[in-house]
Each structure stands twice: as structure tokens, then as C-alpha cells.
């Protein structure tokens, strides 16, 4: 007769959510003893000395089929593309540029060779972009489309931002518009559903009017381009982060690690013009597409008010000011377009919690 076993304790993932489970997984690993790690699992991506003065910069990401692109509507030459953008995206927001790249696929049988030339097309794209090379990787079966990115990036180590460097009085800006990227999921979704309805053969996507902001969710660029300005400019942020899954987590995460407070106004929030007609279209508020949408993969920076003369001669879209960095007892607050001023919860989309799929987990 089988013994009987005694019931283990069971938390399901969704009771402690992806920010929870993270910080349970760091406790199993516990504190590193090694000194030459300068940011390990609380930032964008890991930092290490490699030398006196430079350091490494490593950060991994992967995406799921059905959880993070659908490949219905998800062209493999753009989910190359980006898979390796929001691994770039990390490698900047800690002020560090992308250097090499492996890339790990796990295939369902079905997947045609060609299938992953072009997603090797997107790949090789991304990587002329960014001045990167693929060095590497693996390829196995899967039962979904899996891909998996790391990429290494240098620095100097004094010019390392993180996000815990954040202070009163400082202003808090963002390198461009917001909510774009979920408002080109809205419309991909809206589509695929018309398909499933209508049928293949009197199928007409209705896909022009929302063109950009469909761009922003298939190919989102990584904001390399504000980094450089930035050196060329002799300006390095108090803290910084790229924002993955909505302003409001990312304001958040920059305050909680910076042991500061936040005021954010709402109308001072960039939005594209087809980011407002596609909220108009699906009767939603664009401020929720631009606060939690998620996948924008723009920057979000704190510094001295003074420091913004510095960028006095860049276009007027390189960056906008949404609030500013205030003591910590002050709390994280959003002034709303109707003049209330309420506290600014995360929200973000969360892939353990029930809801809309969107969004990369990790950092
Ligand atoms: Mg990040």
C-alpha cells in the first residue's frame, strides 16, 4: 500500500503575482557575496565590473506564443525584430550600449524553414540597428513558439544609471509618446476577431487607419538614439527605466527604489493622434492606454530641472517633462485632467493575473 503523503503547502502563482514571484525566486538564490556585481536582480539588467573601470551589462527576455504575440497577426520578421528590441531596450535603460546577442527558439513541428529566415530577417534588422551581433544560441521543439533573447551590453561603470538614483525637486520625462503600442494590440485584436467572424474570403482588414500605432506593438525601436544624445550632450540621469509595462509601474518601481515620492500629470502625457482615435474607436480613455498599456519601450528618466538646458537643442518630440520626483511621504500621485489629484498604482498588465495578455515579464 502506497503511503500516504502529506499534503505540501501550495501557493498558486497568481495569489503573489509576477513582482512576488520574482522576489520569492531571489530569496531561494539569496544574496550574492560577490562584489564585483553592482546591480543584479532589481534592475533593468545586471551590471558587473569587468574591469577598473568598465562593466558589463546582461539582461535576458523571452516571448511566448499566446502570451506575449499571436501569430496570427504577429509577422515572424517584426517578432524578430522585437524580441531582440526589448532585450536592447534594458541594455539602455541602464545607460549601456548592446553588444552581443544569443537567441534561443523553441519550434512547434509545423513551423516552416522559411518561417525562420524571416524571423532571422527581423533578427539581423534589429541588429544593424543597434550595432549588434548574434554570437549564438540554441534551437529546440516546442509545443509554442517560443523566443528566448540575452544580450550583453558595455559601459564605463561611472556612467551606469539606475533606478535608484532618483531625488526631489528632480523632473520626471519620458523620451516619447505613450500608449501607442497597446492601442496597436487593440487593433490587431479587433481584426483577428472580424476574421474569425467574417471568414477568410470576404476578409478586409481594416488595418491602415491605425498603421503607426500597429507599428508600435510589432516593432517597437529601442531607444538608443536618447542614450547617445544624452553622452553627446554630457548628461547622465539621477535614474532611469524603460517602460515595459506602463508608465504607472515603471514611476513606481523608479520611486520604490529610490525611496522617493511622484507627482505625474495627466495632460501633460504624450499621446500620439492615432493613439486617441483608436481609444475613441474602442470607447476607452486613452490616459488608461497611456498609464498601463504596456510595450511602449520608451524611457522613462529623472534629473535636475537645470540639466534639461543641456538638451535645449533637440527636436521637440526627443522628450517630454510628466511630472516630477517629490519626498517619499508625498507618496506616487497622478494630477488627472479633471484637476483631482489621486494616488498612481501600478497596474501594469501582470501575466499571472487574469486579463488581457500583453507586455514581457522580468524586467
Ligand atoms: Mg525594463
Known amino acids: 500500500m502506497p503511503q500516504q503523503q502529506e499534503q505540501q503547502p501550495y501557493t498558486p502563482i497568481k495569489d503573489i503575482g509576477e513582482f512576488g514571484l520574482i522576489g ?3 530569496g531561494v538564490l539569496g544574496e550574492s557575496e560577490d562584489d564585483s556585481i553592482l546591480a543584479g536582480i ?5 551590471v558587473y565590473r569587468i574591469d577598473d573601470e568598465r562593466v558589463h551589462v546582461l539582461t535576458t527576455d523571452a516571448m511566448i506564443e499566446g502570451i506575449h504575440f499571436d501569430r496570427t497577426f504577429m509577422p515572424m520578421e517584426h517578432l524578430g525584430f522585437k524580441a531582440i528590441s526589448i532585450n ?3 541594455i539602455v535603460a541602464m545607460n549601456a550600449t548592446p553588444r552581443y546577442a544569443t537567441v534561443t527558439l523553441g519550434v512547434p513541428q509545423q513551423v516552416p524553414v522559411e518561417a525562420l529566415g524571416q ?7 534589429a541588429c544593424r540597428a543597434y550595432g549588434m551581433t548574434v554570437v549564438g544560441g540554441d534551437t529546440t521543439a516546442a509545443h509554442q513558439f517560443t523566443i528566448s533573447v540575452s544580450v550583453v551590453g558595455e559601459a564605463q561603470e561611472d556612467a551606469i544609471v539606475y533606478r535608484r538614483g532618483a531625488q526631489p525637486g528632480d523632473v520626471l520625462c519620458v523620451t516619447g509618446d505613450l500608449g501607442a503600442s497597446f492601442a496597436g ?4 485584436v479587433e481584426n483577428r476577431e472580424r476574421l474569425d467572424e467574417e471568414g477568410e474570403e470576404s476578409f478586409q482588414p481594416n488595418l491602415d487607419r491605425f498603421s503607426y500605432v500597429i507599428q508600435r506593438h510589432l516593432a517597437p ?6 542614450i547617445r544624445d544624452w553622452a553627446e550632450h554630457d548628461l547622465k540621469p539621477h535614474a532611469l527605466i524603460d517602460i515595459s509595462d506602463g508608465l504607472a509601474s515603471e514611476v513606481n518601481h523608479i520611486c520604490e527604489a529610490s525611496g522617493v515620492g511622484a507627482l505625474v500629470h495627466e495632460a501633460k502625457l504624450p499621446l500620439a493622434q492615432e493613439t486617441m482615435d483608436a481609444a475613441q474607436h474602442f470607447g476607452e480613455e486613452v490616459d488608461v492606454y497611456a498609464l498601463f498599456g504596456g510595450e511602449d519601450y520608451e524611457l522613462l528618466f529623472a534629473l535636475p530641472e537645470e540639466e534639461l538646458d ?4 533637440l527636436p521637440s518630440d526627443a522628450f517630454f517633462v510628466v511630472g516630477r520626483v517629490t519626498e517619499k511621504d508625498e507618496g506616487v500621485l497622478i494630477e488627472q485632467s479633471s484637476g483631482e489629484t489621486v494616488p498612481l498604482r501600478p497596474g501594469g498588465f501582470d501575466h499571472f493575473q487574469p486579463g488581457e495578455a500583453n507586455g514581457g515579464l522580468g524586467a
Open 119 to 125: 524571423l532571422y530577417e527581423g533578427i539581423k534588422q
Open 310 to 313: 543641456k538638451l535645449s537643442d
Open 221 to 226: 525601436p529601442a531607444q538608443l538614439k536618447a
Open 88 to 90: 536592447v531596450s534594458d
Open 185 to 188: 494590440l487593440k487593433a490587431l
Open 42 to 46: 532589481s534592475d533593468d539588467a545586471a
Open 24 to 26: 520569492h525566486l531571489r
